[in-house]
């Protein structure tokens, strides 16, 4: 889990999080829940019953997204190793871990981003890595659930946090 506030007794620690794969996961079942009971109630529906054909198709869709949430549903730990200077992103997912690294020298820039609604409403807040040669990243996505992500004061302060960290000399 991120700290919420950054230290400003710097001593350049490792800094560890994980994502919250049981809330992913629970919304995942919901979807799954909700589908099965309305596919399972309306599946005899009259032709001619607009209504209820709507709410079958309806289910089928929520059982689509829930079981393909499901699927795709990952845990991801992010680990800052002032000592080793990188940045390491872990994936587990059904099928397989994926790890990436990056150097510490290959990010140029940290910005704070949001996922937002097309009516501008922020829903997710992440930090925005822009790499060498021109290549976004996005560390602690917002398709992971992290503690403290909706709200945009501690997503400064991992900001903060992580500039610290790629501004500290190297040991």
């Known amino acids: 889990m991120p700290a919420l506030r950054p230290d400003p007794t710097f001593t350049g620690s490792i800094w560890e999080t994980h994502s919250n794969g049981r809330q992913q996961a629970v919304l995942s079942i919901g979807c799954l829940a909700a589908g099965l009971l309305l596919v399972a109630l309306l599946n005899n529906a009259a032709p001619d019953d607009s209504n209820a054909q709507a709410g079958f198709w309806f289910g089928v869709v929520l059982l689509a997204i829930g079981g393909a949430t499901l699927i795709a549903h990952a845990r991801q730990r992010v680990v800052v190793d002032p000592q080793l200077r990188e940045i390491r992103i872990e994936d587990w997912r059904l099928f397989g871990r994926q790890l990436r690294c990056i150097p510490f020298a290959e990010v ?3 910005q704070v981003a949001y996922l937002r609604t097309r009516t501008n409403i922020a829903i ?30 501690i997503v400064a302060d991992w900001q903060s946090r992580l500039s610290a960290y790629l501004a500290a000399p190297a040991p």
Do not use: K, N, W
Request: glycine fraction near 10%; avoid cysteine.
């Open 108 to 110: 140029q820039s940290v």
């Open 124 to 153: 997710r807040y992440f930090l925005q890595l822009q790499l060498q040669h021109g290549e976004p990243y996005a560390l602690f996505a917002p398709a992971r659930v992290y503690p403290g992500a909706g709200d945009p004061q």
